[in-house]
């Protein structure tokens, strides 16, 4: 009779612990299946980096529950994946291509992560803009108190490629005052026809 009601309450146990993880593994499918659905206008490439920044928040998520992080560390990291997600999704909508550029976002206090001195002003960056031949500035985005500034780093051929041609343009600039500031001088100086008296 004992043996029955352990075995009894132990089959109850069990039942309880099958049926609390079937919930939480029904509730975690769901909860990965509802971005993948949101995701489907994108291609492979677009759809894997939004994968790998949700895996970066989990990443964020899972260490500060830990205690390992402070808050306003977790906050600004998470701040810093909505950016990067945003700006994904906002290229990938606006080109219509599943190809993503390496993205940088950074505030205004980390631009020497990026840039050598001077740093630039983020009031006089422009879309588009190249700096340093090696970042194309993308715009800035406003997640909750913070601005980020993101940024496409370029690929070694395109730096190399605007390396030439800046340097072309240096080379060409420098010619062009001199050749004008030389035919000044001589037009200056070439001595005057004289005619002889008649």
């Known amino acids: 009779m004992r043996t029955e009601r352990v075995r009894g309450r132990a089959s109850l146990l069990l039942a309880l612990l099958l049926c609390t993880l079937a919930v939480g593994a029904s509730a975690q499918t769901r909860k990965g299946a509802r971005p993948a659905v949101a995701d489907t206008e994108f291609g492979p490439i677009v759809r894997a980096y939004l994968s790998y920044l949700r895996d970066q928040q989990e990443v964020v998520d899972d260490r500060v529950s830990r205690r390992e992080i402070d808050r306003s560390y977790y906050l600004h990291n998470s701040n ?58 993308l715009g800035a985005v406003n997640v909750r108190t913070s601005k980020f500034y993101l940024f496409a780093r370029l690929d070694p051929y395109e730096q190399a490629e605007l390396r030439q041609k800046g340097e072309a343009e240096r080379k060409a600039q420098a010619q062009a005052p001199a050749a004008s500031g030389d035919a000044a001088p001589d037009a200056a100086s070439r001595p005057r026809r004289v005619q002889p008296p008649r």
């Open 80 to 137: 810093r994946i909505r950016a990067l997600r945003e700006m994904a999704v906002r290229i990938a909508r606006e080109s219509g291509n599943d190809f993503l550029p390496e993205l940088e976002a950074v505030t205004q206090e980390e631009f020497d992560q990026l840039f050598d001195a001077p740093l630039p002003e983020p009031a006089a960056l422009r879309v588009g803009e190249t700096l340093e031949y090696k970042l194309r500035f």
